[in-house]
Structures are given as structure tokens and as C-alpha cells.
């Protein structure tokens, strides 16, 4: 079966944030025909969107997977249901969300699927951890992630040690 290396961003600023991001790792790491290949440090990072909300806990996984990207979608969906996501509001607080950056080298621009994350380039809680986990890495159709990071300032972020 052909295995793509995937980058998924998480993200909770609801009920006890660490843990929903804890535990949704493990989830991540018992997917079908899927291996958790590495996970960035928790950071706490400013809201972006609506003033007023929690400050949410970030982090970016790699899963090496055999399912598709459609089928990765899907399971990522379940996983947020478990969480008791509810899409009350656009740009509103949530308990776990759960984004395809990166789907290997995969280009898609579907309606439920757009591939690279079309908001990745300017959010620092997505580009910092990414880069703890792949320095080198080229995001397809937009460049190195070194430069990405160039223009996107590390600010209100800080890693959560321990
Ligand atoms: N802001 C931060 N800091 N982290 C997120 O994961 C996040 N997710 C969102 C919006 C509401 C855009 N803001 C966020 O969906």
C-alpha cells in the first residue's frame, strides 16, 4: 500500500486544552494503516479571529498513512465529533480542531478539502511547530517552510514545557 507522510495541525481552546490535544495524538496514532511519525511540543498561543475567546493550545502531528486523503478527512472529522466539537460558530472557540496541512506533495482544492492549508502561510501557530518537526520542509506551491517563516513573526506563541 503507498504510505504519504501527512501534517495535520491541532488546536483546543475549550475544556482543559492540553488534554484534548494530548489525547487526540493518541487518537491520530491508532488510525487505520497509519503511524504517528512525529509531534511538535504543545504551544499556547494568542486567538486569532473573535476577541474574547480562551487562548487555545496548538501543535502540528506527521501521521504516515496509507488512507486517502478523503478518507484521512473523515477520520479527523470522528475524532473532533469524540471531542464533542460543536460548530457553533465560524471563528468561534472549540474543543479540538483538527486541519490537513500537508498531504504529501498533494495539491487539492476540493470544497471540503484544500490542500496546502489555505490559511497556513500566515499563522504562526501552524508554521512554528511545523518547522520543530520539519525544518527542511517544502510546502508545495507556496516554497520552503525557512521562508514561509520569514515572514510570519513568532508572536503570541510560547512553547509549554513539561
Ligand atoms: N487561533 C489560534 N491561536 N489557534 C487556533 O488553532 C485557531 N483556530 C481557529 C481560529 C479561530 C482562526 N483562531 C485560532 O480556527
Do not use: K
Not at 53 to 65: C, E, G, S
Not at 133 to 146: F, H
Amino acid at each position: 500500500m503507498s504510505q504519504v507522510l501527512a501534517y495535520i495541525g491541532l488546536g483546543s481552546n475549550l475544556d482543559r486544552p492540553r488534554r484534548q490535544l494530548e489525547q487526540a495524538l493518541q487518537e491520530l496514532a491508532g488510525l487505520p494503516s497509519s503511524r504517528l511519525h512525529a509531534r511538535s511540543p504543545l504551544y499556547r498561543t494568542d486567538p486569532i479571529g473573535p476577541p474574547g475567546q480562551p487562548d487555545y493550545v496548538n501543535a502540528v502531528a506527521a501521521l504516515q498513512t496509507g488512507l486517502s486523503a478523503y478518507q484521512l478527512l473523515d477520520a479527523l472529522q470522528s475524532i473532533e465529533q469524540a471531542h464533542d466539537r460543536v460548530r457553533a460558530e465560524r471563528w468561534g472557540p472549540r474543543t479540538l480542531d483538527l486541519d490537513i496541512l500537508l498531504f504529501g506533495d498533494a495539491l487539492i482544492s476540493g470544497e471540503r478539502l484544500q490542500v496546502p492549508h489555505p490559511e497556513m502561510a500566515g499563522r504562526p501557530f501552524v508554521l512554528y511547530p511545523l518547522a520543530d518537526i520539519a525544518p527542511q520542509l517544502e510546502v508545495p506551491g507556496l516554497g520552503p517552510l525557512a521562508m514561509l517563516l520569514g515572514t510570519c513573526p513568532p508572536v503570541g506563541l510560547e512553547r509549554i514545557h513539561g
